[in-house]
């Protein structure tokens, strides 16, 4: 049991964490159709929880290695001290992205697609134009 507890938790971080830190950083570089602020607020807002999880996750090795310090598997120690190198250089990628991209990598609205609202209150300016129709 503690074999598959143990696999299981560094499966989840070789491939998990890999998969939600693009699919984020797809979604942050992409420009959805927004039609509202809401919809546009929403999708930003997904984007964050995809890489703040990714980013979270990615501890996962420190937990593992714990882990199998505590069942005395020399194995999965072998294994979880590698995946903290790999921890590591995912986080320093992450950073170089970061400092790559032209806006926030996590806080970031994407702009909607919302028409700009339509006037109806005349208001008087001078120079002798009056307000259409009156």
């Known amino acids: 049991m503690k074999r598959l507890g143990l696999s299981g938790l560094f499966f989840v971080w070789l491939y ?8 984020g ?4 570089t992409s420009t959805p159709y927004a ?9 930003g807002a997904t984007t964050d929880t995809l890489l703040i999880v990714g980013l979270l996750l990615n501890a996962l090795p420190l937990i593992g290695l714990h882990f199998a310090g505590l ?3 020399e ?3 072998r294994h979880f001290r590698w995946a903290i190198g790999g921890m590591v250089l995912l986080y320093l990628l992450v950073v170089l992205v970061s400092r790559m991209a032209t806006g ?3 806080g970031h609205t994407p702009a909607d697609d919302e028409p700009a609202p339509a006037v109806t209150q005349c208001i008087p300016r001078s120079g002798g134009r009056g307000c259409p129709g009156g």
């Open 75 to 77: 194995g999965w120690q």
């Open 16 to 23: 998990g964490v890999p998969f939600l830190l693009l699919v």
């Open 35 to 43: 039609p509202t602020r809401e919809a546009a607020e929403a999708f």
């Open 71 to 73: 069942a005395g598997d």
């Open 104 to 106: 926030l990598l996590i």
């Open 25 to 28: 950083l797809i979604r942050r």
